[in-house]
């Protein structure tokens, strides 16, 4: 599975964004994907888990973004998303979607000023 993220960008602090993954394989089918989750890494930190959705729809979030971040599936079985509200300037990273168990996005940079 090609896993392409989209919808980064430099936002005010208190600002919203909506990232999208798409996987290109066209076998891909969600119901069999058993989880589906965005990550970020920030400079000079570990790369850490925000969010993830599993084929029942159950969602998982970090602590750090509950309440403000929603992960979500799109109409097309192929497309996720990641709606970001309230940003903080520490939510600034490098956004990556990931399929397990190996299939990573090319990240898309989110930049929260204050």
């Known amino acids: 599975v090609q896993l392409v993220e989209s919808g980064g960008g430099l936002v005010q602090a208190g600002g919203s964004l909506r990232l999208s993954c798409v996987a290109s394989?066209?076998?891909?089918?969600?119901?069999?994907?058993?989880?589906i989750a965005w990550y970020r890494q920030a400079p000079g930190k570990q790369r850490e888990m925000v969010a993830d959705?599993?084929?029942?729809?159950?969602?998982n979030y970090a602590d750090s973004v509950k309440g403000r971040f929603t992960i979500s599936k799109g109409n097309a079985k192929d497309t996720f998303y990641l709606d970001m509200d309230s940003l903080k300037p520490e939510d600034t990273a490098v956004y990556y979607c990931?399929?397990?168990?190996?299939?990573w996005g090319q990240g898309t940079q989110v930049t929260v000023s204050s």
């Open positions: 990931f399929s397990p168990p190996s299939s």
């Open positions: 394989e066209t076998s891909f089918r969600f119901l069999s994907i058993d989880i």
């Open positions: 959705i599993s084929s029942s729809g159950r969602t």
